[in-house]
């Protein structure tokens, strides 16, 4: 009995140190379906564009890197790597499950709900399609 019960603490404590050493950035991230299906309001034009890449460079730049490879000068310090915004499968991603990782954040991403407009945040992703292209 008392070795089924160091055998017990073992195992215990052998499953919290593997869900410690369990990286963040391997959970996958994934929008709700209702999120996924919504549709960015913003057209694709050269204003938009414009205000999108102004917003990135200031606030999604230091961390994804100006051309969306993830190589941003803050990205040392994070402990994970960014998302490369430029790869496929961040752009096989819909509008609004793009949008909706913008609004609610992952950390050490912040939510952006509260610190950038709607029309804004949907201006950034019209930007970052154009990461694709680079």
């Not at 089924?4 to 869900?19: D, E, Q, Y």
């Not at 204003?47 to 961390?63: D, P």
């Not at 499950?97 to 804004?120: A, H, I, Q």
């Amino acid at each position: 009995m008392k070795l089924l019960g160091i055998l017990v603490v073992l195992l215990g404590s052998t499953l919290i140190a593997v869900s410690v050493e369990e990286p963040e950035s391997k959970e996958k991230w994934v929008a709700p379906a209702a999120e996924a299906r919504k549709k960015n309001p913003i057209p694709v034009n050269e204003s938009s564009l414009a205000v999108g890449q102004r917003i990135y460079l200031q606030r999604c730049a230091g961390c994804h890197g100006k051309t969306g490879n993830g190589d941003g000068p803050d990205a040392a310090d994070l402990g994970i790597h960014p998302a490369k915004l430029s790869n496929a499968v961040v752009q096989e991603q819909t509008d609004g499950e793009l949008f909706w990782k913008v609004t609610v954040g992952k950390k050490p991403m912040p939510s952006y709900r509260s610190r950038l407009s709607p029309t804004d945040r949907w201006n950034v992703i019209n930007y970052l399609r154009t990461l694709a292209r680079r």
